[in-house]
């Protein structure tokens, strides 16, 4: 199930956690399929910023890309663990791995080139 912006919402920090490979080799693996890139978008209703940012571009300009919204003020948890203080952020993943965060965004062209950076495939 998406939102209006192609986004699945991330309900609870559990789904989070769901998200990540085990961290000590010995851990089962309750997934075996990652995905290859993913991308958690913190925002709340209330954030100006957050409400102008374009999120249908950045889902349609990274087709390779599971992206992922979390309300923080419904999911309190997992902005934290992620060490993010201020919305929007973003946190990247790729193979179920954390690879970088992004505090603060102020268009949809700044998360993009963040991305890039980072090695993300775009739909140029």
């Known amino acids: 199930m998406t939102d209006a912006n192609g986004m699945t919402p991330l309900p609870n920090h559990m789904a989070f956690e ?3 490979r085990p961290r000590r080799p010995t851990e089962e693996a309750f997934f075996d399929n990652f995905d290859p890139w993913a991308v958690v978008c913190f925002s709340a209703k209330w954030c100006g ?6 999120k249908r571009t950045m889902v349609t300009m990274t ?3 599971k992206w992922y919204s979390c309300d923080i003020d419904e999911n ?17 993943l790729k193979d179920g791995t954390f690879v970088d965060k992004k ?3 102020s268009s949809a062209l700044d998360v993009l080139n963040w991305l890039r950076s980072k090695g993300v495939p775009m739909d140029e």
Do not use: E, H, I, R
Not at 49 to 54: I, S, V
């Open 18 to 20: 769901a998200m990540l």
């Open 103 to 105: 505090a603060g965004a």
């Open 63 to 65: 087709p390779n890309v």
């Open 49 to 54: 910023p957050c409400q102008k940012l374009d």
């Open 76 to 92: 309190k948890t997992t902005a934290g663990y992620c060490g993010l203080y201020s919305v929007p952020s973003f946190c990247l």
